[in-house]
């Protein structure tokens, strides 16, 4: 697209206007738009036009779309994997102490990091120097080297995992409920 600048009686900046090499008369009453907007816009379209059909299409899921259902007795997790990471729509009907199911992790603590936001009730994640509470209305970010130790039964949040990590951890998780349910200490 060539732009010329055109200065109009009375304006103080420059405008610019699509020209096949001359410029616009003066007297013409089509709206100009400043330099700025108009390149802008024409990165913006050349962009557009150049993305694939499958970079425009959005990744997505819902409660309602979500293809695993987990449900772990006091934990229902609905959740699917969007291009490497695991999205969960997790409500805890019961208050989770979740230590004795970290065991074998690196320091006995979940090495997998999560971003998310928090529906309704609350929940607690300790740190080796601190215990943080999340609270409804809260989006939050919890890294490596946590244990969720509480939470208020009725607890809602959606939360998003690097589903490699994710599976590393509940794998542990996994075996260690399985061991206390058949009686031995994980």
Known sequence: MN????????AENPVESP????????????????????????????????QTKEAMDMLKVSRDSASQRQDAG?????????????????SLLADIDATPFMKGLPDDRCQCPHWGYVFKGNMTARYPDRDEVYEAGDAFYIPPGHIPVANEPGTEFV???????????????????????????P
Do not use: C
Request: net charge negative; no cysteine.
């Open 3 to 10: 732009l010329n600048p055109i200065v109009t009686p009375g």
């Open 19 to 50: 020209a096949s090499g001359s410029s616009m008369p003066s007297g013409d009453k089509t709206p100009k738009q400043p330099m700025q907007a108009q390149a802008a816009m024409a990165r913006h379209l050349a962009g557009a036009t150049t």
């Open 74 to 90: 006091p934990v229902v997790d609905l959740r699917d994997e969007l291009d490497g990471y695991t999205v969960s729509f997790t």
């Open 159 to 185: 939360w998003f995992s690097p589903t490699e990590e994710l599976r590393t951890a509940e794998a542990v998780m996994i075996k260690n409920m399985q061991e206390m349910q058949n009686g031995s200490t």
